[in-house]
């Protein structure tokens, strides 16, 4: 069995930057098993594989694919980079003829359009809650040790945690900030948290490019000790901006990450609510 498999670093127009994720198209069905043993064996956060909906489909001339996403461990039920990425493989490698692409996926139908200067998607928006640090300071602790929380918020829908850390540390603080992932999923066993996100708010008046804020993102609950650039969870932070007001009028975003081969960075850029698109 032969399948083309394509790799494409999202957020970015710079090699080796961003978040790559592996993109799979499945001209025919393909067991269960084979799905996670392909993820596994690409070993990148996120293995895309795109399916045809109907026998007549063809990744050419069709507009509504199937589309599902693996993380080396299991199946994820939503993806941001994984998205764009496939959407970049069927404009860019495939020639789809269409404008819009709409991909039926476990969180529903997500659609990805063509723009001048890339291709916007539109994703949900996810409510977050507060969070009380006295239910959750074991995990928090045991993953940045005595580092300063501003505020915790919690996303239900994507079971992830979302922390601010102080507004006295800086960029840097949280590039280079060490964090221990591998006891969470010892600590957190209940199933109510999958992901955990460390944001801080952005520096608009420095020298350098104006950000609302910075984050890290880290999912070692499904075989991901730490994302590049996360895409999928930006309906969290765009649901959290009342309780956590660092946007005013800067509208884009970077997301910063540490790996053992060097930095990976890659930015994501929402268009205003009243846009169609988020990411």
């Known amino acids: 069995m032969k399948l083309p498999i394509f790799i494409a670093d999202a957020f970015t127009a ?4 961003g978040n790559p994720a592996a993109v799979c198209l499945l001209e025919n069905t393909l067991d269960e098993d084979t799905h996670q043993h392909i ?3 690409m070993n990148l956060s996120e293995t895309a ?5 109907q026998p007549t489909d063809n990744f050419t001339e069709s507009s509504r694919f199937g589309l599902r996403w693996f993380t080396p461990e ?3 039920p939503l993806c941001g980079h994984a998205t764009l990425a496939s959407a970049a493989v069927l404009f860019h490698k495939r020639k789809n003829t269409n404008s819009t692409l709409t991909f039926v996926t476990l969180s529903g139908e997500l659609k990805a359009r063509k723009a001048e200067d890339g291709i916007v998607l539109d994703f949900p928006l996810y409510p977050t809650f507060p969070q009380d640090l006295h239910e959750v300071g074991d995990l928090i602790k045991a993953a ?4 300063l929380v501003q505020d915790i918020r919690y996303s239900p829908h994507t079971k992830n945690l979302l922390v601010r850390l102080s507004d006295s540390y800086d960029r840097s603080f949280l590039e280079t900030l060490k964090v221990n992932t591998e006891p969470l999923p010892q600590i957190e066993k209940t199933g109510r948290v999958k992901g955990l996100i460390l944001t801080l708010k952005g520096e608009p008046g420095g020298q350098a490019a104006p950000y609302d804020f910075y984050s890290r993102y880290f999912a070692p609950w499904v075989g991901v000790a730490e994302d590049p650039v996360t895409g ?3 309906g969290a932070f765009r649901c959290s901006a009342n309780a956590m007001p660092w946007s005013h009028g800067s509208s884009s975003w970077l997301f ?3 790996l053992c081969c060097g930095v990976r960075d890659g930015q994501c850029v929402p268009l205003p609510p009243e846009e169609p698109g988020q990411e």
């Open 49 to 53: 594989f795109i399916r045809k909906l």
């Open 74 to 76: 299991s199946e994820f």
């Open 256 to 258: 910063e990450t540490e």
């Open 232 to 234: 999928g969870e930006l």
């Open 144 to 147: 940045i040790g005595d580092t």
């Open 14 to 17: 710079t090699a080796f930057r």
């Open 39 to 41: 993820a596994r064996e």
